[in-house]
């Protein structure tokens, strides 16, 4: 494709979108440096040059610029230009399972923190149709990192008739399949997993330490008992950059 074409089509995609001009840039910009189009140590096109080629102010290209500087992926210096530093960290922390063994499985290093803990509260609205709602649910919202870096925000709701039975210090680090999976008098009779992809909002944005608008995976998880009933209903948001789903076919 001539430069001249692709600055076309830069231009046209960055008007097909809804989200900030400078959050698409410096995701465009964060992909040519992982890609090796902006190599490590390299100086790439002024603020200028990439306002012509992008078609947006230059003040946007600053914006964008800012925001890669913030994650240490490039280095700006007064009269020398813009250079790449290194390269996107995209090391995939979690590996989200569609096995019933693997969502019992806890990652690898991973801390979990308890933001909120509401007794008494109703099922949020949720996808399928499997199971009825039990009367009152325990509702945590927890923070999943490593390292220090979050990669999933999950709200889970337990039954309240089941919580007495479930040790407290579980709750901080079991995953959510685990936390109903071995309750005396309770048999999982169905289970499912729907994972769609959307953008992050600003709550999620701010929780997850990224971007308005970066792309998330959204993860529900519900296990229904033997009596019909929903047991557990588990919400999560995985960062789009540190997860992945491996099916196992055969």
Not at 75 to 88: E, M
Not at 132 to 145: D, E, G, I, K
Not at 233 to 245: H, T
Request: hydrophobic share 40%.
């Amino acid at each position: 494709m001539s430069q001249n074409k692709a600055e076309n089509a830069t231009v046209a995609a960055l008007q097909k979108s809804n989200v900030s001009r400078y959050i698409q840039l410096a995701s465009l910009f964060r992909q040519r440096i992982e890609s090796g189009e902006w190599e490590v140590g390299a100086k790439i096109p002024t603020v200028k040059e990439l306002s012509e080629q992008c078609g947006v102010a230059t003040m946007t290209i600053r914006q964008a610029l800012a925001t890669l500087e913030k994650e240490g992926l490039i280095a700006r210096y007064r009269a020398k230009g813009t250079f790449v530093l290194d390269r996107p960290k995209r090391d995939l922390w979690c590996e989200v399972k569609t096995d019933w063994t693997g969502m019992l499985i806890a990652r690898d290093n991973a801390t979990i923190e308890i933001l909120e803990d509401d007794r008494n509260v109703a099922l949020p609205r949720y996808e399928g149709h499997i199971g009825n709602a039990a009367p009152a649910y325990r509702h945590l919202r927890r923070r999943h990192t490593r390292d220090g870096i979050t990669f999933l925000l999950a709200d889970i709701y337990v039954d309240e008739r089941i919580c007495p039975q479930i040790d407290e210090a579980d709750y901080g680090k079991v995953t959510a399949m685990r936390l109903v999976s071995d309750i005396p008098g309770q048999t999982i009779s169905d289970a499912n997993q729907i994972v769609t992809i959307g953008s992050s909002d600003l709550s999620i944005a701010d929780l997850l330490n990224v971007s308005i608008g970066e792309p998330v995976a959204k993860v529900q998880r519900m296990a229904v008992n033997q009596h019909g009933d929903i047991i557990l209903l588990a919400n999560g948001v995985y960062r789009g950059d540190m997860m992945k789903i491996e099916v196992k076919l055969r």
